[in-house]
T-cell receptor, first 111, second 113 residues
Framework: NAGVTQTPKFRVLKTGQSMTLLCAQD?????MYWYRQDPGMGLRLIHYSVGEGTTAKGEVPDGYNVSRLKKQNFLLGLESAAPSQTSVYFC??????????FGPGTRLTVT | KQEVTQIPAALSVPEGENLVLNCSFT??????LQWFRQDPGKGLTSLLLIQSSQREQTSGRLNASLDKSSGRSTLYIAASQPGDSATYLC????????????FGGGTRLMVKP
């Protein structure tokens, strides 16, 4: 039981490049979330999903897209990276209204 | 809009002290409250989950209390150890569409040997 895993752990992008962050969970959780964490800003919700095939916007969705084609995976895409998207990205999952479990994070730098 | 505040932002104590971390929230209509620990460069680890109908939860040297009506929670750490040094985050959950969490800014704890 690996819990919540994230790929990659680190990435450096140039402005305008695209990439996809992968989150996988093996706990059969319905709900999955993508957050970003920035100094002084705390954790902010980007997008979330309440089940396979569904996605919704969180607090800071601009510049990001997501997909949940399989229940265990939640993908976060950056179509045209900007320096403002330099951050640490965390994925999380939960059964409805239970504990939320977090992945180890992806540290992204956009130059 | 729910706002979650954690005081103090940073705390330094000598090893062995008992300490209290505070969390307050503006909207008392929460479903549950969760305390997390985050070590530098790492993800968040869940410590305790308190349902809105509960008053407290305990795990080892940790005890979390919840006063929903006054919008407050405390995390009590007994006999602190250097290994307790980390950032502690509280987050509240509402019974809304995404069951989303609203996080506080965290308390950065340093326990000195």
């Amino acid at each position: 039981n690996a819990g919540v895993t994230q790929t990659p752990k680190f990435r450096v992008l140039k402005t305008g490049q695209s990439m996809t962050l992968l989150c996988a969970q093996d706990m059969n959780h319905e709900y999955m979330y993508w957050y970003r964490q920035d100094p002084g800003m705390g954790l902010r919700l980007i997008h979330y999903s309440v089940g396979e095939g569904t996605t919704a916007k969180g607090e800071v969705p601009d510049g990001y897209n997501v997909s949940r084609l399989k229940k265990q995976n939640f993908l976060l895409g950056l179509e045209s990276a900007a320096p403002s998207q330099t951050s640490v990205y965390f994925c999380a999952s939960r059964i409805s209204l239970s504990e939320q479990y977090f992945g180890p994070g992806t540290r992204l730098t956009v130059t | 809009k729910q706002e979650v505040t954690q005081i103090p932002a940073a705390l330094s104590v000598p090893e062995g002290e008992n300490l209290v971390l505070n969390c307050s929230f503006t909207d008392s209509a929460i479903y549950n409250l969760q305390w997390f620990r985050q070590d530098p460069g790492k993800g968040l680890t869940s410590l305790l989950l308190i349902q809105s109908s509960q008053r407290e939860q305990t795990s080892g040297r940790l005890n979390a209390s919840l006063d929903k009506s006054s919008g407050r929670s405390t995390l009590y750490i007994a006999a602190s150890q250097p290994g307790d040094s980390a950032t502690y985050l509280c987050a509240v959950s509402h019974n809304n569409a995404g069951n989303m969490l609203t996080f506080g800014g965290g308390t950065r704890l340093m326990v000195k040997p």
